[in-house]
Structures are given as C-alpha cells and as structure tokens.
C-alpha cells in the first residue's frame, strides 16, 4: 500500500509538473507579442500627454504672427519675443505669491491629515467609513458654488487680496484628499512595528515621527506633490478673491489672453514658464512618486 502511495503521488506530482511546463510554454509564446502591444500602447499614451505639451513650447518660441497662422507654422524662425514679454510684465510677485501658498497650505495639510489618518487606519476611530465619507463628500461641491459665501465672509473679516486666505482655502481643499491617501498608506504598517514602539516605551509623537513617518515617506511624497500641483494649478478662488497684492501666478497667466491683438506665442511661453515649478517638484520627487502610488496596490 505504501508503495502504491507513493506512486500515486508521484505521478500526481509529475502532472502537475508537466501542466505547469505547458502552461509556462503557452505563456512565454504569448509574451513577445503582448510586450509589443502593451509598449505601442504605452508609447501611443506617452505621445499623446505629451505632444501638447511639446506643441506649446514649441509655439512660445515663435512670433506672434506665425504662431497665429493656420496651419500652424512648423518650420517659422525661432524668436524670444513671447519670453520678453512676459518677464517685462513682471511675474515675480504673482510667482512668488504660488509659491507661498501652494508650499505652506502642502505642508499645514501634511501637518493635520497625517494624525489623522493614523487616527482612521491604526487606531480606527468609531464609524471611520462614516468620517472618510464626509471627508469625500467636501469634494463634491463645485467650488462655484461655495464662491460667494466666502467672498463674503473674507470681505467681513478684511480678508480680501490676503495670501493668508488662499493658505486657508488651499488647506482645506487639499485635506481630504490627504487624508485618504495617506489612509491607504498608513494601512500597510505593519502591527509589529507599532507593538516594537509601544513596548520600548515611546509616545505617540515619537512613534508618529520615528516610526511610521519613514516607512511611508513614499506616499507623503507622493500626497504633498498631488496637493502642490493643485494649490499650484488653482485659478478660480485666486481670481475671485485676490487682486494686485495675492495674485498668482495663474491669474497672472489669464492677463495675457486679450479681445485685441494676438497673444498666442505670449501665453505659450507664460504656461511654460508657470509650468516650470511643477515640472521640476515632480521630476525631483518622482521615485517617491511612483513608490507611493503604488503602495498598497498588491499585498
């Protein structure tokens, strides 16, 4: 009998064997034709985000005559004219003004969402789905609609063409956001960690800053770019309730668009110029970027 067994098993074993070398086989087959696809197709997505982008820096180069032609003129004479033009109208201020806000508004929702999402992850609060719901549901009223009481509110407390308001908003905006994606990260920590901390005798503080903070620096990254870009990017509350103190930089950019003249090449490289910032946080912080955004993706 228990050589019988023993056969029986090893047969088995052998099948197994033999269905996974063919189920190996069928795959490698398969695989060269389906790594051509997935890279045309991941090249077709690449060209197509990117051939507007090029389509602008290109056009910024040109004069505004060219420029406005159409066809667009692919081959017209370089010219810097759109770059003169826009630093002789002075963007430091407006520039300097996005900086400020986007940079300290990132780092007050890092501030707050950060506890929080400890609170909602490793320490889960009472009806925490309920708390990340409402926190989603902040995100469903258009910003349009919540203009005018906030345009009278910073009227009332002399807040108008203040950065400090926009530091307010943009914090506020971002904070959800935040919070669920740092949830999802801070959900991966494992307990062992924490109970390692815990027994060592160090307080919530010392555990939130030396013992979770760097295991899930990728995806703070990765949440302090996404709220940099969209305090960066915002243009309507900036429009509405800054004027020639706390402009940024993108209602800055909207003054070059006229009902008069041509303007193409000037907003061309103004948007370049603008975008440069944005470019440059995400080309710095993108190994911590694709880390964090990928967290939690596979356990």
């Known amino acids: 009998m228990a050589t019988t067994t023993d056969e029986r098993e090893f047969k ?3 099948e197994v064997a033999s269905s996974d070398r063919e189920a ?23 060209l197509a985000f990117a051939l507007p982008v090029v389509w602008m ?29 826009f630093f002789a109208a002075g963007p430091w201020p407006p520039l300097l003004n996005s900086l400020t806000a986007s940079v300290l508004s990132t780092l007050l929702v890092l501030l707050l969402a950060f506890p929080a999402a400890y609170a909602l992850s490793i320490r889960p609060v009472k009806k925490w789905t309920d708390v990340l719901f409402f926190f989603l549901s902040t995100k469903m009223l258009p910003i349009v609609a ?8 910073a009227q009332k407390v002399n807040l108008l063409d203040n950065i400090w308001l926009l530091i307010i908003l943009y914090t506020s905006m971002n904070l959800p956001i935040a ?32 013992v979770i903070a760097p295991v899930v620096m990728p995806g703070i990254a990765a949440a302090a770019l996404i709220c940099f870009i969209f ?13 020639t103190v706390a402009g940024t930089a993108p209602v800055f950019l909207t003054g070059f668009v006229t009902s008069q003249g041509l303007f193409l090449a000037k907003v ?8 440069l910032p944005v470019l440059a946080a995400g080309f710095a912080a993108q190994d911590k970027l694709v880390q964090g955004l990928s967290m939690g993706a596979v356990k």
């Not at 919540?146 to 009278?152: A, D, M, R, V, W």
């Not at 919070?179 to 901390?197: D, H, K, N, Q």
């Not at 307080?203 to 030396?210: D, N, W």
């Open 268 to 275: 061309c490289a103004a948007s370049f110029v603008v975008s």
């Open 57 to 85: 820096i290109l056009t910024s180069f040109h004069k505004e005559e060219d420029a406005a032609t159409n066809p667009p003129s692919l081959f017209a004479p370089l010219s810097l004219d759109g770059y003169r033009s």
């Open 231 to 243: 305090s960066w990017n915002e243009l309507l509350l900036a429009r509405v309730l800054t004027g």
């Open 24 to 46: 190996q086989a069928i795959n490698h087959h398969k695989s060269p034709k389906s790594h051509i696809l997935l890279t045309m197709a991941a090249w077709f997505c690449g």
């Open 12 to 14: 088995d074993g052998a």
């Open 146 to 153: 919540g203009i005018l009481p906030i345009y009278l509110f």
């Open 179 to 210: 919070v669920w994606m740092l949830r999802s990260f801070l959900a991966e920590v494992p307990v062992e960690m924490l109970e390692a901390a815990q027994v060592d005798g160090a307080s919530l503080t010392v555990t939130l800053r030396k």
